[in-house]
Every structure is written in C-alpha cells, then in structure tokens.
C-alpha cells in the first residue's frame, strides 16, 4: 500500500491505496511504519518525504475498518497507539507533501511530519465529528498548536475543510507549490538539508520538536544544551571555517 525510491539523499515514501483516497488502514500503517524505519536507518538518506497522490495525501482514518470497533475493546486494544506514532520516533527529517484531501488522520500524519509542503490543490480538515467522533491521532492538540484556538476550534467543531492558501495563511504549512512540482520541491529540500551537517540537523528537529512538547523555559533550556553540545562537532568548525575563508562548507 506504500511505495519507496530513492531519489538523491531523499526517501520518498508515497501513499498508495488510490481506491480509498489513502484511507490510512492497519496494512497501510504498519508498511509506513517499516519503510520510516528503513530510510531512518539508511546513512545515505538524508531526509523523508511522505507524499500521497494528487487526488489525496490521506483521507484519513479507515472507516470501514473502525465502524464494528467497541468500547472497551477499543481501549484495550489502541488502533491508533505507536503503530500511528511511527513517523515521531524518526531521526532525520520527514517532509509532508500534501496534495488533495489530507482529512482526519490524513491531516493529524501530515502535521506529526516535520514540515508541511502544500500543492495549491491541498485540502486540510479534521471532519470526524461528521462522523459522531473526534480527531484520534493527536489532532485537536497539533492543529491547535499550529493554527490557534479559534480557527481550530470551527475546523474540529465543522469538520470545515481548509485550502492551501489559507493553510499557509495560517500558519499550517511551510509553502504552496505548484501541484506538478510538489515533490521535486520537497526533494530539493531533502537535498539541500543533506548537504548540512548532520549532527546539526538532527538537534535542530529535536529543538524546534521540543517546542511543542515542553513549556518555554524547558525547551529554552534543551535548545541551549544541544547549541552548546555543536561546538564539539566537525560542522561547527567547518561551518565557521569556511565562513571566515570566504568559502562554501564542506560537511
Ligand atoms: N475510510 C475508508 N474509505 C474511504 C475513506 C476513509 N476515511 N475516505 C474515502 N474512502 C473511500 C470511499 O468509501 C470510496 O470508496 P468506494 O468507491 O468503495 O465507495 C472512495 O474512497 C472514494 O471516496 P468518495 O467516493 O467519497 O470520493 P469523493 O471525491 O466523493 O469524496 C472525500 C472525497 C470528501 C475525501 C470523502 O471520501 C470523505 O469525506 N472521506 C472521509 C473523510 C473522513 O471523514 N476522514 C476522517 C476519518 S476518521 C479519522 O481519521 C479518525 C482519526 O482521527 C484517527
């Protein structure tokens, strides 16, 4: 249900269940998370672009796998659980690509990603009220983060979807692109995040993460120790070298 390549120092993992606009099923999820876990472990890929088709990034959870769930079988049992989590625990760098529908749990992946990249054709919402529930996969937190209470609030109440230009208006995604180049840019972002040092890399995720996680004083306070820790890397020294030599670094 997912398809891998390579393509320079990226992989790029796309979504590929077409019949069901990408509704994220047990299957799906359990292959996203082995081919995460096989470009994580890769030591040419630098970052991961998740992408689905032009029609759909993810239109969310699987409903017909939900529908005969049962409390507290449910409970007992997490579908969503670390099956869903899979893309936090990576390392490197992992790009959203969204174009089409990226609803429900389809959004809630795109926003666990590291960064949204959106076609003009993008749709975000978190629809599942329509369907007598709430968002699942961390949802009502991440959008609330992403786009402040307000907005959030009438997506997740609605279940109203949102554009590409007002996504980015909101602060929902990085940049628009054009639909047919959506890809190639999110590659060329791996490729230039390759061509960094990774030691710095690594710890910039892991500072920018942390900022959704731990109150100010605490992610100041992490950001200050893995800042520090950089001074003993090689790109460190590369980096200011090379800016003093008035020269491109090498890392
Ligand atoms: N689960 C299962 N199947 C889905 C699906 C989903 N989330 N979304 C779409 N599909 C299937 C449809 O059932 C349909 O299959 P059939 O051809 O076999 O009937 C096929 O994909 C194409 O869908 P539509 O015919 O509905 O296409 P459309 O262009 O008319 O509408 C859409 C597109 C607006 C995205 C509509 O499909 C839709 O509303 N999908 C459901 C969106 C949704 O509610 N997502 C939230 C799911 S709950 C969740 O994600 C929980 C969580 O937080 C973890």
């Given at each position: 249900m997912i398809l891998t390549e390579v393509q320079g120092r990226a992989g790029v993992i796309r979504l590929n269940r077409p019949a069901a606009l990408n509704a994220l099923c047990d299957q799906l999820m359990g292959e996203l998370g082995e081919a995460l876990g096989r470009f994580d472990a890769?030591?040419?890929?630098?970052a991961i672009v998740l992408t689905g088709s032009e029609r759909a990034f993810a239109a969310g959870a699987d409903i017909k796998e939900m529908q005969n769930r049962r409390f507290p079988g449910t409970y007992l049992h997490?579908?969503?659980?670390?099956r869903w989590e899979?893309?936090?625990?990576?390392?490197k760098p992992v790009i959203a690509a969204v174009a089409g529908f990226a609803l429900g749990g389809g959004c809630e992946l795109a926003m666990m990603c590291d960064l949204i990249l959106a076609a003009e054709t993008a749709k975000f919402g978190q629809p599942e009220i329509n369907l007598g529930i709430i968002p699942g996969a961390g949802g009502s937190q991440r959008l609330t983060h992403a786009i402040g209470k307000s907005k959030a609030m009438e997506m997740v109440l609605t279940g109203r979807m949102m554009n590409a230009e007002e996504a980015e208006r909101a602060g929902l995604v990085a940049r628009v692109v054009p639909a047919e180049s959506l890809v190639s840019e999110a590659v060329a972002l791996a490729e230039k995040i390759g061509g960094l040092s990774a030691p710095a890399v690594a710890m910039a995720k892991e500072a920018v993460n942390a900022a959704f996680e731990l109150p100010l004083r605490e992610g100041v306070r992490l950001e200050r120790r893995l800042f520090l820790g950089l001074f003993g890397t090689e790109g460190q020294k590369e980096g200011m070298a090379a800016f003093l030599e008035k020269r491109k670094p090498r890392f």
């Amino acid at each position: 249900m997912i398809l891998t390549e390579v393509q320079g120092r990226a992989g790029v993992i796309r979504l590929n269940r077409p019949a069901a606009l990408n509704a994220l099923c047990d299957q799906l999820m359990g292959e996203l998370g082995e081919a995460l876990g096989r470009f994580d472990a890769d030591p040419a890929i630098a970052a991961i672009v998740l992408t689905g088709s032009e029609r759909a990034f993810a239109a969310g959870a699987d409903i017909k796998e939900m529908q005969n769930r049962r409390f507290p079988g449910t409970y007992l049992h997490d579908f969503i659980g670390a099956r869903w989590e899979a893309v936090l625990t990576v390392r490197k760098p992992v790009i959203a690509a969204v174009a089409g529908f990226a609803l429900g749990g389809g959004c809630e992946l795109a926003m666990m990603c590291d960064l949204i990249l959106a076609a003009e054709t993008a749709k975000f919402g978190q629809p599942e009220i329509n369907l007598g529930i709430i968002p699942g996969a961390g949802g009502s937190q991440r959008l609330t983060h992403a786009i402040g209470k307000s907005k959030a609030m009438e997506m997740v109440l609605t279940g109203r979807m949102m554009n590409a230009e007002e996504a980015e208006r909101a602060g929902l995604v990085a940049r628009v692109v054009p639909a047919e180049s959506l890809v190639s840019e999110a590659v060329a972002l791996a490729e230039k995040i390759g061509g960094l040092s990774a030691p710095a890399v690594a710890m910039a995720k892991e500072a920018v993460n942390a900022a959704f996680e731990l109150p100010l004083r605490e992610g100041v306070r992490l950001e200050r120790r893995l800042f520090l820790g950089l001074f003993g890397t090689e790109g460190q020294k590369e980096g200011m070298a090379a800016f003093l030599e008035k020269r491109k670094p090498r890392f």
